[in-house]
């Protein structure tokens, strides 16, 4: 027989990172013990049905209807076994959920029905990333619409993209290649060709690709936090928010990480709390303040708070109040007491992006 | 303990509840338990059907990565459509609505269930719901899934899922109704004698399920209403554009379908513990610890709801906390396993259909079982949630349990709600089919998920080397379907040409065998029932020796000693 039929039969994905080999250790592990298990109750159900079927001689004098001994056996290893099991689990999914403190960090926007990834320094990319090998990637995630799942199965790694707060996961390749990236959660019509592709490069092959700005399509590309700035000065954050504490609001400088006071209790400002504080500031107020600063929930797009919350963690926003910086585009009047919707700066270059826009993504957008 | 002799002649008896009255308004007006069960029957193997076909097509599709025959908003309003109707118009009523409707009251030795007229509402709303429902279908469909996950169903998707929810909401209170029902008459209409631990394990397998559907049918009712009035009326419940938060609608619907999966499987296992015991004629094996391990079921099973969030932002230690108690659910799955098995020890094992699928049943809820703590162990899921792994376990569980415990318990009481016998061949062979059909549709599954394949996706072209397990799977659904059709034919054909089963075709213990006629009097009983026997009295050694005397075999050494 030809063993190479066998490759028509895949049995396991490709492991493209040292995680997803102990990952499959972990699944092995399993699949051992239920056919452990399986193999004893299919074994015994036959021999006892063949033995004792009716009409056989088998002996059935001094038949018994329970066994304490027997009970306590099988409560005890199943438990201990699953016990066992979830140890090794547990142990896993810590290392698994605890981000690495340096990583390269990928900004993921999951949208209808597309994956929108974002570099720190710019460059954007539809449906496909590139990343160099055997450096720690972590993931910022949110979803623009409905639930999505950011799957990635040959990294054995997976978490859901949810509309209004970030979720995080980190892979590490160890091989370059190309990668699936699947969409793991039903997300409507499409929800099968929200698909795409990562490209793990050589680091030496991905610092050209990153020098040579990434996608062709794009060919300048500005970092999130300039495209942050832009944001910060079209919308005019610093009328309020300027290099000292001011009686309209408090200084952003320097707030990435700080331990803020609330009106009841505190808050470490992480992304999730700027997030917050952008879109819905009545929720979280900073101890003194009032509840003046218009909510921005609806009035900007996930790209440009993610931007916009870079800029801020740069800690540079010193500017001084009034003075607008060199990017700022003039707004036409009233930005000051009341988000006006003007066109920002990723707004423009959308309309640049090479993508046409799918008919479900104009729905979207007009809602 | 009663014998059946073989070779005897039955009459079915003259008056019995099937032509007690012969209008239609005398079956759509009737307060009887048996009557009711019947027109549930008719009801849920329509739906059972319609479902199966929503199914079929889905199978047909998936076996080109292109697709061919639809769009892919018909595929999934096509997948939608069978995951609602088969879960809750088919599995959830199916065991407790027909079998338990026909024989609870008789097991425990009751004329009819505590409220009959409450018995008649149930199916009625259970018929109205499903008429919404089928509406909604017809008006366009759902592409929601049957999970209904917010923000999908709530805001963005254009479908007819206002409708469909009022049409499950009214299935929902017709289950509530059953489970009250069930209740009640388990507490107050037991016969004299019969005590708690007479009681057959099917009764404690409803019991215990009337429990889950009276707790946590309402949350998940009242997690519909919300649904609906965000979708009509913007309420900002679930969908973070309104205030509110998505996650929060899978735990409320959680709470609610995860203890319904153990709403589907333990009647089925109360099914099992009856059939096991019968044609091994033996006492059930531990019938104490069966029956704990159904409560711990029922327990434990409310406590496990977030293992269905692992991945959707739940913290780290609600991720632990919620692995740790579902690998616990082990310990009691396995007690149960074991125990079904060793009651055939020094058994005397009948392989009649029913038992036929009590051995396909203690296959398939194995590897649904064995293929639980993978999707347990928290590091071990998030590879496969979401994807056709977790589809493939479901249905290990919920159709491979569930659905052969109730051809299983069909089969078993057939002769007692029609009087007259199936034929044996077509019953065995289907039951066969079934289980050889099963595992070929849904075992390829397994290494679909493993390999990566999410669940509902339409097109796979991206992933070529996913088709050859997806045309293994239709295959196998194509066997399945004719196994699932032949119960069809020749169930029916019995009604007309069966011989007369008599009273106690199976030579079974238990109150419905011996006491009724078959089909029973409308009023079940023509005598005061006192129950004096322990249930499953039965003994194997003189079933054993009869047997082999018929046939015209010695008496063995061992045999007249214990004579």
Redesign the interface.
Known sequence: MNLNVLKYFPLMPEQASDEAMSYDHLYWFISGLALFFGVIVVIMTIWLAIKYRRGSTADRRNPIDHHKGFEALIVSSTMILAMFTFWWSMNEYVRYRTMPTKAKEIFVIGKQWMWHLQHMNGIRENNELHVPVDTPIKFTMISQDVLHAFYLPEFRAQYHVVPGRYTELYIKPNKTGRFRILCAMHCGTQHSEMVGWIYVMSKKEFAAWEANGGNKYLPIPTTMAEAGKRVWDTKGCNNCHSGADTFRGPSLAGIYGTTRQLDDGTAVADTSYLRDSILTPWRRLTKGYEATMPAYQGQMTEEDVLNLIEYIKTGTNTAEPGKLSPYSVPSPGGTRFGPTRVKSATDLSNENDSAPMTQAEQGAERR | MSQAVIGQRHEIPDLHYLNNGHTIASWLLTKDHKRIAVLYLISVSFMFFVGGLAAALVRLELTSPHGQLFT??QY?KLFSAHGIVMVFFFIIPAVPAVLGNFALPIMIGAKDLAFPRLNLLSWYLYVVGALIVLTSFILGGV???W?F?T??SS???NTQISLCLVGLFLAGFSSIFTGVNFIATVHKMRAPGMTWFKLPHFVWANYATSLIIVLGTPVVAITLVLVILERTLKFGIF???L?G???LFQHMFWFYSHPAVYIMILPAMGVISELVSCF??????????VAFSTVAIAAIGFLVWGHHMF???QS?LQ??IF??LT??V??PS??K??NW??T????????TTPMIYV?GF??LF??GG??G??LG????D??L???YFVVAHFHFIMVGGAIMGFLGGLHFWWPKMFGRMYSEFWGRLSALVVFIGFNFTFFPQF?LG???M???????Y??P?WQ??NILSSAGASVLAIGYLMPVFYLTASLIKGKPAGPNPWGATGLEWNKTSSPPDTHNFHEKIVVTEPPYNYD??S??RD??KM?G?EP?E?EK??V
Do not use: Q
């Open positions: 892919s908003e999934n592409d929601a899934g999970t996950y923000p999908l805001i963005y998707s969908s973070p554009e205030g938060d998505p996650v091994s004629r033996r006492r059930l094996f531990g019938y104490e610890m991945f959707s932002s780290v991720g632990i692995s740790l690998l616990i082990a310990v396995a007690i396993t074991f098995v060793l055939m020890y020094k058994g005397s094992v009948v392989f051995l203690i296959g194995l590897v064995l293929t703590p993978y162990a928290v590091a071990c998030v590879h949630t979401g994807t290494i493993y390999l990566g999410p669940r509902r996706y339409h097109y796979y991206f992933a080397e050859i397990y194997a050694i079933d054993n047997y082999r046939w075999g063995l061992w000693e214990t």
